[in-house]
């Protein structure tokens, strides 16, 4: 930033502007650093950058920081510590891998990454954390997991989009195996998200760009128990 040293802050770039403001945020040696949707007027290609400098910063300084944002992506990347919150109100905490795969509740799956919920009912009475048996809507028949001891009344299990496999073909044996077809399919580049019909209603499923697969064909769906979690209600 020295060759714009001479420029006012109203000429310079918008990621040229927040390094400027980290940089006065930082130089008082501050013990803890709040950040305000720091990223939010930058284009998605910088702000990917900017993520990674404020955690190396972030790193080589040792300052505890604060950090309030709406992309789900960045609170995942650059966080050590998550805290979901939904008007006012903490639904959960925790670090961003436990976030992401163990969320507790609806809110929790569907705002933070992209997640399937699928309505149903506990098929057995078991009161501890652990494997649980689900009949989703459709007569499917689910194994999924319990983070914590279920109450008997929770309806819902969540699914990552990224965690459910597709194959050509009729499902095997494996748990959570069921028959597909594919209604939707949206190249985004990095991924081709489908739209899939299926007993319990519909899933959206991310798969590689590599598996190519044609709207309207049949295909097998499943995923693993560990990846379909049991939601409080």
Not at 73 to 98: C, K, T, Y
Request: proline content about 5%; overall charge neutral.
């Amino acid at each position: 930033m020295r060759g714009f040293a001479t420029r006012s802050a109203a000429l310079l770039s918008g990621g040229q502007q927040q390094r400027v403001a980290l940089a006065r945020a930082i130089a008082f040696s501050p013990n803890v650093l709040l950040f305000d949707e720091p990223l939010s007027n930058l284009d998605a290609k910088l702000r990917a950058e900017m993520r990674v400098e404020l955690r190396e910063l972030q790193r080589r300084l040792g300052v505890t920081s604060v950090y309030v944002t709406h992309d789900q992506e960045e609170a995942l990347a650059i966080s050590d510590r998550v805290v979901v919150m939904n008007v006012g109100g903490i639904e959960q905490i925790g670090s961003p891998e436990d976030i992401y795969n163990r969320p507790r509740t609806r809110f929790v799956a569907d705002f933070v990454g992209s997640a399937n919920l699928i309505a149903g009912r506990l098929a057995n009475g078991n009161a501890v954390p652990g494997a649980v048996q689900f009949e989703a809507t459709g007569g499917v028949s689910l194994q999924a997991w319990a983070t914590r001891a279920p109450r008997g009344s929770e309806d819902c299990v969540a699914v990552r989009t990224a965690y459910i496999d597709m194959a050509h073909g009729a499902p095997d044996g494996r748990a959570n195996a069921a028959r597909g077809t594919i209604r939707q399919r949206l190249f985004h580049g990095d991924f081709i998200q489908y739209i899939v019909d299926w007993p319990a209603g519909q899933l959206t499923v991310r798969r590689p760009p590599t598996e190519i697969f044609a709207e309207g064909a049949a295909v097998a769906l499943s995923f693993a128990p560990e990846h379909c979690v049991l939601l409080e209600k």
